[in-house]
């Protein structure tokens, strides 16, 4: 059964760091696009940043350049999500999301449509 579950979220301050992590299951990691997505009350879901299958390619979202980071670790069936210098307007609940990549291995796509597997959420609260 595939799944992908997110962890690592919680309350941090503004300037604050958290790290989340997306478990995945019932796939091979390395045959799929990874990405983030969020979505805060009352607004638009928002494609925050991708990893290529190849791990070659990242793509990030204005808003996010320069603090946020995504990585993947094949091996451990793992993609991760490093949020520094953290601002209440990153309040949300974040996705991760899984996107067969087996021919295009070397880009990725922001746009949540375009995602085949979800995970549950987890929630990322900024505030002081």
């Known amino acids: 059964q595939l799944q992908l579950v997110e962890s690592g979220g919680g309350l941090v301050q503004p300037g604050g760091s958290l790290r989340l992590s997306c478990a995945v299951s019932?796939?091979?990691?390395?045959?799929?696009?990874i990405g983030w997505v969020r979505q805060a009350p009352g607004k638009e879901r928002e494609g925050v940043l991708c990893i290529s299958s190849s791990g070659g390619t990242t793509n990030y979202a204005d808003s996010v350049k320069g603090r946020f980071t995504i990585s993947r670790d094949n091996a451990k069936n793992t993609a991760y999500l490093q949020m520094n210098s953290l601002k209440p307007e990153d309040t949300a609940v974040y996705y991760c999301?899984?996107?067969?990549?087996?021919?295009?291995?070397?880009?990725?796509?922001?746009?949540?449509?375009?995602?085949?597997?979800w995970g549950q959420g987890t929630q990322v609260t900024v505030s002081s």
């Open positions: 999301a899984a996107r067969t990549s087996t021919t295009v291995r070397t880009s990725c796509p922001r746009a949540g449509r375009l995602y085949n597997y």
């Open positions: 019932g796939l091979t990691l390395e045959d799929y696009a």
